[in-house]
């Protein structure tokens, strides 16, 4: 494990810098496997007032609040994305490549895509058979992954090979946008917003760090798209007292989204509880309570079986982590287009800030009988 030594700087008054730390991070591409960059960035940001930050040797970050503190308080978001891995190189120059995580490969064709060659970043685009040339039988299929190409403009393998060998990274070439209504859009929102979240709600702690009778612990985890491997690691590491996850969650505000099927989450209004199965009852109370009495808007989803989020690794290391799932109404996940409200990644950082500053010393949250 290596530590870090902390940045002490007067910069954090500035209330900009939490936003252009959410650009910077949403900018920086992160495939899981590859989360070197982005972890970078955040490692740097909640250096400034954490009093320890720690990685492992996979790469997942660890900051530390009031290391003595008692119980230990877990938050976590991770930062890897999807993307794709270049695995084969023709002899004409064109780029074949594997999934990175659950890529929707409806997407994939006619996009502009960044390989992250060892020399720097190369533009490509995926290429594809134009309309006009396909068959009337195939213009409704998709094409599986094998069979598409990325074109870096290359005449020959010759040439390719001195900007990108296989194994590289791609990422679409999508950045943060501004939209109306306080939203942006981005790729990789899933889910470097909740590392964000994790870091920004460590720093909200650390302004009433003298009201903090808890030790609490931010976490990016890594390769949470490859099998919630990070996730695996850091709550084993840690073994928290109790364990707050932040991801994403579908916002269901949208046409053709049934709401009978997918439950009724909307944009604008406020994080979301995880209920059931992984998620622990007595936490989601106290979460509860804590953001009623600081005025934050909360919506609830069900999940009877699992959350789809590093939750599920977490909660059950080492006899069992009282753990919640929190998610954030995104749009169009998985995507290069992802949407996110800013008053609901705000919230939501808000929330765990104010639910490990209402902890007690020694408090614990098992579930009782009768």
Request: glycine share 10%; proline share 5%.
């Amino acid at each position: 494990m290596k530590s870090l030594s902390p940045k002490k700087t007067e910069d954090l008054k500035n209330h900009n810098l939490p936003y252009q730390f959410l650009q910077r991070l949403l900018n920086t591409p992160s495939p899981s496997g590859f989360e070197t960059r982005g972890q970078k960035i955040w490692v740097d940001y909640v250096s400034q007032f954490a009093d320890s930050v720690e990685i492992d040797s996979y790469g997942n970050a660890y900051a530390t609040l009031n290391p003595e503190g008692d119980p230990t308080i877990f938050i976590s978001g991770h930062m890897d994305e999807l993307g794709l891995m270049v695995s084969h190189i023709s002899e004409e120059g064109f780029l074949y490549f594997k999934g990175i995580g659950g890529v929707d490969r409806t997407l994939i064709r006619g996009q502009r895509m960044t390989i992250h060659g060892a020399e720097g970043p190369v533009p490509g685009v995926t290429g594809l058979l134009a309309i006009h040339m396909q068959e009337p039988d195939d213009r409704n299929k998709v094409p599986e992954l094998h069979t598409m190409h990325i074109d870096i403009g290359v005449s020959s393998r010759k040439e390719a090979d001195k900007l990108v060998r296989v194994g590289d990274a791609v990422t679409y070439s999508a950045e943060f946008q501004e939209l109306a209504g306080g939203r942006f859009a981005a790729r990789g929102c899933d889910n470097r917003i909740g590392a964000w979240a994790a870091a920004e709600g460590l720093r909200l702690a650390s302004l009433k760090k003298e009201k903090l009778k808890a030790k609490l612990v931010a976490v990016s985890t890594i390769q949470e798209e490859n099998g919630l491997y990070g996730a695996s690691m850091a709550g084993y590491r840690v073994h928290p007292d109790v364990a707050l996850v932040v991801d994403v969650t579908h916002a269901t505000d949208i046409p053709n989204c049934s709401k009978a099927k997918h439950g009724e989450v909307g944009m604008g209004k406020g994080p979301v509880l995880s209920l059931g199965s992984v998620n622990h009852p007595v936490v989601n109370e106290r979460l509860k309570k804590v953001g009623k009495k600081a005025g934050i808007d909360l919506q609830v989803e069900v999940n009877p079986r699992a959350t789809g989020t590093d939750a599920d690794a977490i909660f059950k290391q080492k006899g069992g982590i009282p753990t919640v799932s929190i998610g954030v109404p995104n749009r169009y996940m998985h995507s290069p287009v992802e949407m996110i409200q800013y008053s609901d990644l705000e919230q939501t950082a808000e929330l765990l800030a104010t639910f490990a500053l209402s902890v007690s010393k020694g408090e614990m949250f098992g579930v009782t009988l009768g």
